[in-house]
């Protein structure tokens, strides 16, 4: 009877094909009123000088997850750890790859344009690019697809979830939330109903702090460390 250690010590992994593995990452932000995608121009073949999503191989010796290969691509080009990260879905097949059949384990994550931008604005090929302006960009491979899925699940959880406040500074205001939340979604919401899951959240405390918004001022709030994602029943645009 072969034992489970046996059959390890003869087992023999490359007489079965193997698909190439990748990690890719759909990292979004919003900038002056717009939702924006971080693209990178490829350097190398195949593709070379179109523009894709940050990701690439597994580092198999350091990377102990692909959520830990998102991670590490992600602060590669940013600068900036994200601090809320979610898969996606997986992307295969023997087309999507001029390489042969590959697979690809997609995240998507949002993040703080003041976060990030001074280390991007040094990096020459990343560039962040409004979704609405991506026509303009050759995309590599089937990155399109995947911006795709990864913008309609963004809206998605947004519709049941504060989600937005991620893309936003360490403080904000009522008002940047709305803002943020609208861009997203691409159409107007109902202010009092925003307000009303912010207040049933418990994910914010005030700081005690105010800004300038116009002629008023407007109370400065910020997220709770450790503050658990919370999700509402219902659909913010059906309140």
Known sequence: MTTEADY????????????LVTVDSVLFT?????LCVLLVERANQPQK???????????MAHDDSTRATALRKLTEKTGVSPSWLEQLDTFSGPDR????????????????????????ASVSDARWVPVDKLADYPLAFDHQAIIDAALNRLRQKTKYSLLPVYCLPDTFTHGQLQEA???????????????????????????????ATGTRKARLWRRKPGVDFHLFSRNLLAE
């Open 97 to 120: 790859d001029p390489r042969g059949w590959s697979l690809t384990v997609t995240w998507f994550a949002l993040i703080a344009w003041v976060d990030c931008e001074p280390h991007i």
């Open 30 to 34: 919003v900038h002056q009123q717009a």
């Open 181 to 211: 939340t609208e861009v997203i979604l691409g159409q107007p919401i109902q202010r009092k109903s925003l307000i009303r899951r912010f207040e049933a959240s418990d994910m914010f405390e005030d700081t005690g702090e105010s800004m």
């Open 49 to 59: 000088g179109r523009w894709g999503l940050p990701g690439g191989f597994i580092d």
């Open 8 to 19: 390890l010590n003869q087992y023999d992994a490359r007489r079965f094909p193997s698909p």
